[in-house]
């Protein structure tokens, strides 16, 4: 019995309409909106080049500086994986109509981009005079979605830190997150610094706006008093801090002192101002008042955990204890009750 060979890569012929060229004659656009390159996934595909060789040509266009080479348009990552696959020749498609919003057409299809990458094309594109409008006709895209990834390009210090760290990536809430800030700076400062290290999604964007909003209708804020005890300065000093940093509301600020400094719900009320106080115990039993009246419990705890109003942390959780508290109809607000609660991560006894 005769064995079969088995073609490799070396023996086979480019795909119909496609050119073999010396790979050394090739380089990546320098403008290739894709910077980004997973090594795992690319590892993988160098193995399958190993194994079969390159089956889709790379897209590539004549180089105008250098006569006789070319520039890639599309196909990076079957480039590299062809060197790193030791070839000598790569099949290749020679298209001369070919320009950058087509490279970022095809990630896009593919979802190969970053939002950074997006946002620097659209950087470049902006610099050689094109309009937001031009840009997202080319590429097929909204205008506000030019408008929010362009938002990228020159991100605050604080917020870019955040992006960069990996703590928020979604680029609509960096969007949001960057117009409260060019009108609330040390707020929004403060908030991010609060926060750390916790990932923050649109959502809380979207709730910090919100708590931003009813401060300035409101004219809210939380008053200081000085305080005798070392308790009541411990106490003071926390909130302080916080009312410096960002104007987080009271419910955070208790939270805070229940959960990271392990204040006992009794301190806590004692070294609070008359003002504080006071507010403390309306918004609670605001919340309680929700619970005792509720008509659908079910359906209204599930519409406000997935609009953020109940949460595992903050004013979200305390807000969510203290309406499962007034949904036992028979028990009577008490403000100490739902504090020990929150303490213990207990919800309801």
Known sequence: MTEKKTATHKGLAAPAGAT?????LIIEDIHQPRKEFNKETLRELT??????????????????????????????RRYRASINAGLKKIPVFVDTDYSEADQV???????????REIADFIGRQLAAGKTK???????GK?????????????LPDPIDEV??????TDVTALYDLTRIYKIN?????GWLNLSAPEEISRLDVKHFSKFLEQKNIQGYSETEETHNT?????????????????????????????????????DIMRDLSSGDRKILTTRVKSYFEEGRNCSNIVQYTINALQDGRFSAKGSGALQLIAFLYGTERSTNFDLLKVLDALANHEVVS
Do not use: F, M, W
Request: with cysteine.
């Open 163 to 168: 992006y960069r760290s990996g703590r928020c």
């Open 142 to 154: 909204t205008n506000p979605y030019i408008t929010t990834h362009a938002t990228l390009l020159d």
């Open 133 to 139: 409008s031009e840009i997202a006709r080319h590429i």
């Open 185 to 189: 700076k040390e707020e929004v400062t």
């Open 47 to 76: 193995e399958t080049v190993k194994l079969r060789g390159v089956k889709s040509p790379i897209s590539v266009r004549p180089n105008p500086d250098k006569p006789g080479t070319y520039i890639i348009n599309h196909g990076a």
């Open 105 to 115: 057409i095809e990630n896009l299809q593919r979802d190969n981009l970053t939002s």
């Open 20 to 24: 073999e060229i010396d790979i050394n």
């Open 230 to 266: 070392q308790d009541k300065s411990d106490t003071d000093s926390v909130l302080h801090e916080q009312k410096q940093n960002a104007p987080v509301s009271l419910l955070d600020s208790i939270y805070h002192l229940l959960k990271k400094d392990k204040r006992k719900p009794q």
